[in-house]
């Protein structure tokens, strides 16, 4: 399970290993090459008694624990069971004996293999009666019932157990037919309706024979529908279904006849090993269309699932119920409510390596915490150290984490572009009209039908101004022209990645300026604003799924097996239910992608993003909790608006003055900045020439027939790249000769774009354009916020008062331990702390709400830095940032003391920590730096010299385990195994002497330079996924690691109160939020990384200037970053 490839233990004291002569004839065409190759002095299909004679050199004490496979070869050879039987073998003490398929079926039960564990189950052509003779006769322990069996073949039966065991299915009635005379029964036909033994099922309603071996299920549609019925069979090919126009029923042969249950297309498949393990899927419902969905490999697609606390306690009850420890079973989700239609008895998930895992894993504890003590093995049962998420705090004690609250920026996209035009014509009002724009006085179009209608319009318009020039329609033809080009492209509409937005103007468009002619008609009209652009980009994606990745390394664990691979205590919490997260994010596109690429690496899913973000990312745009309506700014903004453009168009070098009124907070970001600019005018000048130049030398590029068609990052063309540029050269300098200072943010978002993604272009001077705007920007981008600390507040309240006393909720609700989503106590044997989870909410959303956020907590006085010398360091660290980039992370974990007194302040400890994202291009040499993750708290830093980051455990618990860092390609056979033999590539470790010389290294997380936190980088040295320029991500540092709850629940009291004007629309967002019902999720497995001559074919010869400095030996050649998932395990109630 985790050996090195060398074959040196890697396990945690499970007695797990490669048994060189436990495993033999285990390979079937699924191995991987790289297995070693083993004397096979035990065939796997021997009888033990031949064997024994080769063993006379063990000692009797040593006696091997036999377990006996016993099923049909199609069964036992299969690739699940050939991937759990080779992990089961790495056992100590068990050996494993496959009973040959011609011995099951040919030879008496007394000449059977002898075994004192056995695995038998039922399938087509298997001898149960046989199957149940021999287990009498030699008395195994049964991993599976075997009477329990025969029910399991008969759904009625099936049915029965289920209902007696007060498990939720659909209503139901029997229908048993007499083979010899079928017409006399209980059944009468309507033509919408059936009516079996009295009670009538109206359709649609489902027809399942009684056999459970026959799988074909109709399902009867009413006339309203269309009627006739779906037959459903067993996969043949990509088909799972047929429609048929037959719309009466059966006439011969018994059935059940259920209610057919409406489940958004859905099927849930949950898989048990035991009472307390569950692994769930969900695949495409085959009644909806019976096309079998398949990925490039052929396999059927099935999304990751989390199964509710309810769904888990069924899962519980099927497993106890039926007495088969392996089981599948089909959950139907529909209403709000979850049903079970099936039991399949013994069944294994495909294609999951971590499923293989666990399950080995279970399977061996299980049949050794049996037969252990009968044979004398010196084996105690492991405890799961990892089951109790428990962590040093900084402070020096060990505490348990109760909740993490991250509020995190989207990842890189493309540059936001946006126009203004005010319309008139009647057409614009009856659309405004017919959307119900009258009613708020605005209106949000982003349905491609809606927007279809904007560009007949606009199609129509520019077709009269071109017949007649002096026509009445007043909009600008250069601005219509522009809108029909934006809606145009791509050639299909995707709300994703275009909005138009409706205001209504009651007296027109105030005028900008005196000179705009004075003919402007008075009356109403409609402002139209188009956005488009600011989706988020493939290095967006595989930022923030990167991030994911490295984020499950606050989460404790990962001891024993899982020693070694970072994150697995977050996985762990995930398999055994007791993780309850949610993922929230605004109804941006970008945002929602960057959400669903992040639950992706966090929970090592698999497969695309869509049915992730379906599944998993709640769209809260629930009345501001994420979402800012940008476009009307408070009062308060449009003030600070207008003084900060009054002072950038002084064609003067900034006066003392100016660095009051500007910097009145004194924070030397801003500071520097304005040495940069000096004379803010001149810079703009500057800037303005330089984007001439950028646009000339674009359009010469255009003229060269070899580069015309140049294909630019993300599909862009020049000519799309020359519109971006010239609409900010004619908009940045206004028809005065004035500039426009609103433009500085688009000006530099789109140099900051091109810098990374278009440098092969070799355009000249973009790093000094990139220099000046970013100083520009970095004055303006952040003042538009408030320029004095009381703006600050005031703007930030405005915009985040709804998501404080969300997060305010979080915290309190932690620890007041709702009863929701945590194993029933009675139930939950194995796990040592059943009634704990780990609560995270995952907040994704735009630069607003990260620069509010972080205003309240900078400027909401939590803390008075002058008393207080770690706050004050924080700050001085804060203000120095200039930039809250891509992925910009705002963190607040929760710990509970366990041996303070439950009322007592130091029971809860809440840390705050924040990363200030992406790199920029140049950032490497002028970087503020802060404090490490999680540092030493001054009165304990004498007692550990190597203080810092998350793997720091203090040694007298060396089981606690180190989270190690490593590339995140490295090539393996599964998770489970490491190469330790190139230290220097996996395992970057900085140890300081002083704690290795105590036997315990603790190794870095992720390669960090001077600093102890995780950082995410590249350390593949390709791009990922072939996108070439990643930038690497800020490591998290910590602001406070010594705040009690009390504390943090005052401030958020305090800030929310003191914005009365927000308060009502809290109350609003919050009324729709409450999580009615909460939900964890189980994890899903990840694949080996093989590596592939296309996927070698990505790697760049040289290293991006951002890519962070990873030493040469961390280079590592196995493919793309993402791991390549096909199934996964997570999961969904729809309540929320």
């Given amino acids: ?103 099951i079926l040919e030879e008496p039960v007394d000449k059977w293999p002898l075994c004192d564990c056995l695995i038998s189950f039922h399938s087509k052509g298997f001898p149960l009666d046989k199957a149940v003779e021999y287990a009498k006769l030699r008395n195994p322990l049964l991993i599976n019932d075997l009477n329990m069996q025969y029910f399991i073949q008969d759904r009625r039966e099936v049915y029965r157990i289920l209902q007696e065991e007060g498990i939720d299915l659909p209503r139901y009635a029997v229908l048993n037919r007499d083979p010899d005379n079928p017409e006399e029964c209980n059944l009468v036909e309507g033509e919408d309706h059936v009516e079996v033994n009295g009670e009538v099922f109206p359709k649609p309603f489902v027809e399942k024979p009684v056999c459970a071996e026959d799988h074909n299920v109709y399902i009867y549609y009413p006339t309203s529908a269309g009627g006739g019925s779906q037959r459903l069979f067993r996969k043949i090919g990509s088909r799972s279904s047929v429609y048929s126009p037959e719309t ?3 006439k011969t042969g018994s059935y059940i006849y259920e209610e057919f249950m409406p489940t958004d297309g859905t099927d849930v498949k949950v898989y048990t090993v035991g009472p307390d393990y569950a692994h769930a899927e969900a695949r495409k419902s085959p009644a909806l269309d019976g096309k079998v969905e398949r990925d490039s490999e052929g396999k059927e697609i099935r999304y990751p699932v989390m199964l509710t606390a309810m769904e888990k306690l069924v899962a519980r009850k099927v497993c106890l119920a039926f007495k088969q420890t392996v089981c599948g079973f089909d959950l139907l989700r529909a209403n709000g409510h979850s049903f079970v239609c099936d039991v399949n008895g013994f069944s294994f998930v495909k294609n999951s390596m971590k499923y293989y895992d666990d399950c080995a894993k279970v399977l061996g504890n299980m049949v050794m915490r049996e037969l252990a003590p009968q044979f004398h093995i010196p084996w105690s049962i492991p405890m799961e150290a990892e089951d109790i998420p428990i962590v040093p705090t900084t402070s020096g004690t060990m505490m348990e984490l109760r909740c993490v609250i991250a509020i995190i920026r989207h990842g890189d996209r493309t540059p936001k572009q946006k126009m203004k035009m005010e319309v008139r014509h009647p057409l614009f009002f009856e659309l405004f009209e017919k959307c119900g724009g009258y009613k708020s006085g605005k209106l949000k179009l982003k349905k491609p039908k809606q927007l279809q209608e904007v560009l007949d319009i606009a199609r129509l318009l520019l077709l009269e101004l071109g017949q007649h020039n002096d026509c009445e329609i007043e909009e600008k033809k250069s601005k219509l022209e522009q809108l029909k080009t934006v809606l145009e492209m791509y050639g299909h509409f995707s709300g ?49 799924e990167e991030l994911g990745r490295a ?3 606050m989460y404790p664990g990962g001891q024993g097996d899982y020693a070694g691979f970072p994150g697995c205590g977050l996985l762990r919490l995930h398999s055994t239910y007791r993780h309850d997260l949610k993922i929230y994010a605004s109804d941006e596109g970008r945002v929602q992608m960057t959400a669903a690429a992040f639950a992706k690496g966090l929970l090592a899913l698999e497969g695309e993003l869509t049915p992730i973000l379906v599944q998993m990312v709640k769209s809260a745009n629930m009345n501001g909790l994420l979402d800012s309506d940008s476009d009307s700014l408070t009062d308060c903004q449009q003030k600070v608006k207008a003084r900060l453009h009054e002072i950038m168009q002084k064609d003067q070098e900034f006066s003392l003055e100016d660095y009051q009124k500007l910097a009145p907070t004194g924070s030397p970001s801003l500071v520097n900045s304005m040495k940069i600019i000096q004379n803010p005018v001149k810079t703009c000048d500057k800037v303005y020439a330089l984007i001439q130049s950028l646009t000339s030398q674009i359009r010469k590029r255009l003229e060269d027939p070899k580069s015309s068609d140049l294909q630019l990052y993300h599909s862009e063309t020049l000519e799309l790249m020359l519109q971006r540029w010239s609409k900010l050269e004619r908009d940045f300098r206004m028809k005065s000769g004035r500039y426009d200072i609103s433009k500085i943010p688009d000006i530099y978002d789109c140099i900051k774009y091109d810098t990374q993604h278009n440098s092969s272009l070799d355009l000249n001077d973009t790093l000094e354009l990139f220099r000046l705007s970013r100083a520009l920007a970095d004055i303006v981008i952040p003042q538009e916020y408030g320029i004095s600390k009381a703006e600050k507040l005031d703007i930030a309240q405005a915009y985040c008062v709804p998501l404080m006393k969300k997060i305010q909720l979080d915290l309190q609700r932690t620890h007041e331990d709702e009863a929701v989503n945590k194993l029933h106590p009675l139930y939950s044997r194995g796990v040592m702390s059943p009634g704990r989870h780990v609560r995270t909410r995952l907040y994704f959303t735009s630069e607003s709400h990260v620069h509010s956020l972080l205003s309240v907590f900078r400027y909401g006085k939590l803390l008075d830095d002058e008393k207080d010398q770690q706050w004050k360091q924080a700050m001085d660290y804060l203000s120095a940032v200039t930039e809250l980039n891509y992925m910009t992370q705002i963190v607040i974990m929760l710990y509970e003391d366990n041996n303070k007194d439950p009322s007592s302040e130091e029971r809860f400890h809440v840390e705050l920590h924040f990363s200030p994202g992406v790199k920029g291009c140049e950032d490497e040499e002028n970087v503020p730096l802060g404090f490490g993750f999680r540092p030493a708290s001054s009165e304990n830093q004498d007692k550990k010299p190597n203080q810092g980051s998350m793997e720091d455990l203090s040694q007298d618990q060396p089981d606690q385990a180190l989270l190690i860092s490593e590339p995140i390609n490295i090539q393996r056979r599964s998770p489970m195994i490491r190469n330790r033999k190139t230290g220097s590539m996996e395992v970057l470790s900085e140890t300081s002497p002083s704690q290795s010389s105590k036997g315990c290294t603790p190794h870095r997380l992720f390669p960090s330079g001077s600093r102890q936190s995780p950082e995410i980088k590249s350390a593949s040295g390709l791009g990922f996924e072939g996108c070439s320029m990643v930038p690497s991500i800020y490591p998290l540092e910590t ?13 958020l009291n305090s800030v929310c109160e003191s914005s009365s004007e927000a308060h009502a629309k809290t109350m609003k967002a919050l009324s729709g939020l409450f999580d009615s019902q909460s939900q964890t999720s189980l994890y899903s497995p990840q694949q080996p990384l093989s590596l592939s001559g296309s996927e070698a074919s990505l790697q760049q010869p040289s290293q991006p200037l951002w890519h962070g400095s990873v030493p040469s030996s961390a280079v590592s050649s196995a493919g793309p970053s993402s791991p390549i998932m096909e199934s996964s395990g997570l999961n969904f109630n729809f309540s929320e």
């Avoid at 009390?1046 to 401030?1051: A, H, L, T, Y």
């Fill in 1 to 103: 399970m985790s050996e090195t490839c060398d074959g040196r233990r890697l396990d945690g004291g499970d007695g797990l290993k490669r048994g060189s002569k436990n495993v033999a004839a285990l390979a079937s065409e699924d191995d991987e090459p790289d297995l070693q190759p083993m004397e096979a002095d035990v065939k796997i299909d021997m009888f033990p008694e031949e064997d024994m004679e080769d063993e006379d050199d063990e000692s009797p004490s040593e006696r091997q624990i036999v377990v006996g496979i016993c099923c049909m070869m199609k069964k036992s050879k299969s690739k699940p069971m050939t991937h759990i039987l080779e992990r089961l073998c790495k056992f100590d003490y068990i050996e494993v004996v496959i009973f040959p398929e011609d011995v």
């Fill in 248 to 250: 009466s029923v059966r």
């Fill in 496 to 544: 994703i990645n275009r909005k138009v937005q409706l205001t209504y103007l009651r007296n027109g468009q105030p005028k900008a300026s005196s000179e705009e002619e004075d003919s402007k008609r008075e009356g109403p009209s409609l402002l139209l604003v188009l956005k488009w652009g600011g989706e988020l980009t493939p290095a967006g994606r595989v930022q923030a």
């Fill in 551 to 553: 984020f499950r390394c």
């Fill in 1039 to 1051: 602001l406070h690691n010594l705040l009690s709850l009390k504390q943090v629940d005052e401030f």
